[in-house]
């Protein structure tokens, strides 16, 4: 099938490319950018997309979400989570390793790439655990993993809490060339702790997690991937003084990146006044100056990527006391709306907002995605910036309805999203 894609404003930060153009694809790839389109229109094998006014990019990747399947297919299934991220303008999906079984060895890693294929709307791409079980003893089967396609390592939703182990995983794998992917918390200073410690855990008499907690392994891993060579990747930046380490390990050449989640960035730990377990994740959100530094350091390239962190929980799991309710918010469907806000509050360009959710997420766990150059796959996103709509998070296709987002009246609206040349969601 041949798809045209007509007077789009195409931005592809790949290319530093930002104009009106016409997109040919052909056989699932970009096939050429038709100067003249008046002959294409009238042959009937093709069909037409009219993108005037509206943006075309390379389909967004989220590099940071829970699939839950294999094992909480009550939260979510590959099959809804892939249309979720397809009504987000996401084409690929790099998932964590925290289901059941635990994505730590072979057999799993190809149980997931499977289950993509055969029903998964987008492109899957999983990471392996560091370590069994995520148990933080022994290492998981990591080059099996890699062999099967894992596109990187994470013990994401646990730390690896010894330092010696964390050393010697990064040391196995980086031959492989795959980041390791650092959930930065120290379970011992984050005790029982449910939200962000400070003026409203303290009004709310909740526990509190205080910056320290994820500062001091941010610090240890920078300290190891300095010793070790490995490509260090932070997962979902949250505080001020992350920011400051990873900006000074970056400065001093050390192989490291980061990435933030859109909650990170839009709101304060406010959010949790009236004990709304939608505002609760891990980690917490943070203050107003921890988001004004995480906003710096998207603007100045210490945080490269925006990544959902898309934590699907059911409503009977949330509909508890805060204490007792798991961490978690469902983010694929509001990531464009709520990340477009950074550009009109002046924080990024648009340019700036698609290359971290395109071309710099896929550096990072090195996919062949994120372009718009003529012979790469067709998987792009259609977008509308200025078109505005409530959030209904009754309406998501997410099986996870957890949203702290619900309500907010938005701008920015996914028209079509194209995987391989084949249209997956329209709106
Ligand atoms: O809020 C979170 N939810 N943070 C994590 O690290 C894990 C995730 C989950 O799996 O629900």
Not at 1 to 19: A, E, F, H, Q, T
Not at 76 to 83: L, N, P, Q
Not at 116 to 135: C, D, H, L, S, W
Request: charged share 25%; with cysteine.
């Amino acid at each position: 099938m041949k798809l045209l894609i007509k007077s789009g404003r195409i931005i592809d930060p790949s290319r530093n490319i930002d104009r009106v153009e016409n997109i040919l694809i052909e056989e699932g790839k970009i096939s050429s950018y038709p100067a003249e389109t008046k002959k294409l229109e009238k042959d009937k094998k093709i069909n037409l997309i009219d993108a005037s006014g509206k943006t075309v990019s390379p389909g967004f990747i989220d590099m940071h979400v829970h699939l839950r399947e294999p094992g909480y297919e009550h939260k979510e299934t590959i099959r809804t989570g892939c249309e979720a991220g397809a009504a987000g303008g996401f084409t690929s999906l790099v998932c964590m390793p925290n289901t059941n079984p635990i994505n730590d060895n072979a057999s799993v890693t190809e149980y997931i790439l499977l289950k993509a294929r055969k029903e998964g709307i987008v492109n899957v791409f999983p990471i392996g655990a560091i370590t069994k079980g995520e148990k933080g003893e022994s290492l998981a089967q990591i080059g099996e993993m890699f062999e099967a396609g894992c596109v990187g390592i994470s013990d994401d939703g646990m730390p690896v809490m010894n330092s010696k182990v964390m050393r010697h995983a990064m040391e196995y794998v980086r031959p492989f060339n795959i980041p390791v992917i650092s959930h930065a918390e120290d379970k011992n200073l984050s005790g029982n702790g449910v939200m962000n410690e400070g003026f409203f855990s303290n009004k709310l008499g909740l526990g509190g997690i205080p910056n320290a907690s994820e500062e001091v392994i941010v610090a240890r891993d920078i300290t190891l991937a300095e010793l070790t060579g490995v490509h260090l990747h932070i997962a979902h930046v949250s505080t001020a003084g992350s920011v400051r380490l990873i900006r000074e390990a970056k400065a001093r050449g050390i192989r490291v990146t980061a990435e933030a989640t859109p909650h990170h960035v839009m709101l304060t730990d406010e959010a949790v006044l009236g004990y709304d377990t939608n505002a609760k994740v891990n980690p917490p959100i943070r203050t107003a100056e921890d988001v004004e530094f995480i906003r710096d350091g998207l603007k100045d390239g210490t945080i490269d990527a925006i990544a959902t962190d898309h934590a699907p929980h059911s409503e009977d799991e949330k509909k508890v006391e805060f204490d007792l309710a798991p961490f978690g918010i469902s983010g694929l469907e509001t990531a464009l709306p709520i990340s477009l806000k950074l550009v009109t509050e002046g924080v990024l360009t648009l340019n700036q907002l698609i290359e971290k959710l395109t071309f710099n997420p896929a550096q990072i766990v090195n996919i062949d995605r994120g372009t718009l150059m003529v012979g790469a796959k067709a998987d792009l996103v259609i977008f509308d910036t200025e078109k505005a709509f409530t959030v209904d998070r009754m309406k998501f296709r997410s099986k996870g309805k957890n949203s702290p987002f619900h309500g907010w009246k938005l701008t920015g609206h996914v028209e079509y999203t194209i995987v391989g040349g084949e249209i997956v969601y329209s709106a």
